[in-house]
């Protein structure tokens, strides 16, 4: 792994307005490239609807990374990548894992903590506790804007006058976490699906809660008549496919849930191995001492009144206690295809860069990256040089060239991306085996993807050292 060396440049300070994921990973890279840097943080002076704290690079949503598997897996792929190009996210959520099968999931507080604690040590880096209202001091000639999917609404309003564009915006659903102590484990039982162990070793990893279908049934006419909480301001509440509320995909059919957050595959009751369970809830760990679980795909948008009422009707759930009760919060992102250069630059605007989910990724890796990538940029600018973008056959290099113009189609309109291969050039799936024997069908797309992956790492590895 290359790691930039932290030897302070004489340039004028970078200035990053956001410390979430991406605005605290920008920040640590343009600090160990040797540039000045300042992070504006506006918590605790004001608060947000989904932050509980006052830490840096919070999470708020879930505390999964998802899949770490690097050959078959595109956001596994991009774990890779960033743990080369020394991703202080990646490093402190190593530090701070929680078994999650074959997921990369952290304790939130301890890794919050860790990345706080290591960029308040950093020498080449201030943080000010401030609010940034609306658009950053003329003065201020190299700026990262990483102020996430919860940006204030004066700098929202300001960035939508500069560019003439109406900020996009979704809503994105918070799921429940609940007390492990209030689960009825003589119902639920621990295994990762088809017992793939993750990151940790541990291949039982999640709590299961079984439903026939009886138990289903009724589950679905709760969810659908359920009180939900209802927007006046919005005629059409859109949201982002990746983190859809459970009442929503019920809505689009009955049998939804049991193809996807419910889904019963991979599976098998040690109390009875001979029923097939109709549906199963999944319960993630939510922290490292493993006292709170995270329901795994439960974003909702159901009244705190009901949700309590409605999960507890979950077999394993029925005396449960919650941490917290899901909720909603709107998220903001730019038109980055239309709007950005290829160094995430404001086209009409230069001196602000943005990073994070206001460009319209999706994820906390994804985020996260994108501010790995805004701040190497940043502070090679403030270096008097310009720095090229990854190759676009890495993961990194995907994401940017997506984000500033790879979505853009006659009659379409952006919308926020996960990392996915797909978005990565194509390679032929091999067909043969090392021996020369014929390799199925169903088994070539994973050996596509490592081939992809292999060659993702090697690029990467090039344009680290370039």
């Known amino acids: 792994m290359r790691r930039l060396t ?45 932050h509980q704290t006052e830490g840096l690079a919070e999470l708020v949503c879930s505390n999964s990374f998802r899949s770490d598997d690097w050959e078959g897996n595109a956001v596994g792929l991009l774990h890779a990548e960033m743990r080369r190009c020394d991703s202080i996210i990646m490093s402190a959520g190593d530090k ?43 003065g201020w000639d190299n700026v990262i804007v990483a102020t996430g999917p919860l940006t204030s609404p004066a700098l929202a309003e300001a960035i939508g006058a500069l560019t003439g564009e109406g900020s996009l915006s979704f809503f994105d659903a918070i799921a429940p976490i609940l007390h492990f102590d209030s689960i009825d484990m003589e119902i639920a039982w621990r295994q990762s699906r088809y017992d793939k162990a993750g990151p940790g070793g541990d291949a039982a990893a999640y709590i299961n809660c079984p439903m026939n279908r009886e138990q289903y049934e009724a589950f679905i006419d709760a969810l659908l008549d359920g009180p939900k909480a209802e927007f006046k301001d919005w005629e059409h509440v859109p949201y982002f496919d990746g983190c859809l509320p459970i009442e ?10 049991r193809h996807g957050p419910m889904k019963p595959v991979g599976l098998t009751n040690p109390r009875d191995p001979t029923v097939k369970a109709h549906a199963i809830v999944q319960l993630r760990q939510d ?93 090679a600018q403030a270096a008097g040089h310009a720095l090229e973008i990854p190759p676009p056959t890495t993961a990194l290099g995907a994401l940017v060239a997506h984000i500033t113009g790879g979505h853009l ?33 169903k088994m070539r797309g994973r050996a596509k993807k490592r081939l992809m992956s292999v060659r993702a790492l090697a690029d990467l590895d090039g344009w680290l050292a370039g």
Do not use: C
């Open 6 to 50: 932290a030897t302070p440049l004489a340039m004028t300070p970078i200035h990053i307005i956001g410390g979430g994921l991406a605005g605290s990973e920008a920040a640590w890279q343009a600090a160990q490239a040797g540039a000045q840097v300042i992070l504006h943080e506006m918590r605790p002076h004001r608060g947000t609807d989904a």
């Open 96 to 138: 701070h894992q929680v078994p999650a099968g074959s997921a990369l999931a952290v304790d939130r507080d301890g890794f919050s903590a860790e990345v706080t604690a290591r960029l308040e040590a950093h020498p080449n880096i201030t943080i000010a506790r401030e609010e940034i209202a609306g658009l950053p001091p003329a």
């Open 248 to 257: 929503v995909m019920a809505e689009r059919g009955r049998e939804t849930l």
């Open 287 to 379: 922290n490292a001492l493993g006292t709170l679980w995270n329901m795994v795909g439960f974003q909702t948008k159901l009244k705190h009144g009901a949700q309590a009422d409605v999960f507890r009707m979950i077999p394993g759930l029925g005396e449960a206690q919650f941490a917290r009760l899901g909720g909603l919060h709107r998220n903001t992102f730019l038109n980055s295809p239309k709007l950005l250069d290829t160094q995430l630059r404001l086209k009409v605007e230069p001196r602000l860069r943005f990073a994070g989910q206001v460009t319209g990724v999706e994820g906390y890796v994804e985020s996260a990256a994108i501010g790995l990538l805004a701040g190497r940029f940043a502070a």
């Open 409 to 441: 189609v006659e009659g379409g309109s952006f919308q926020p991306m996960n990392i996915n291969y797909g978005l990565l050039p194509p390679m032929e799936a091999p067909r043969k085996d090392e021996t020369g024997a014929p390799i199925p069908l």
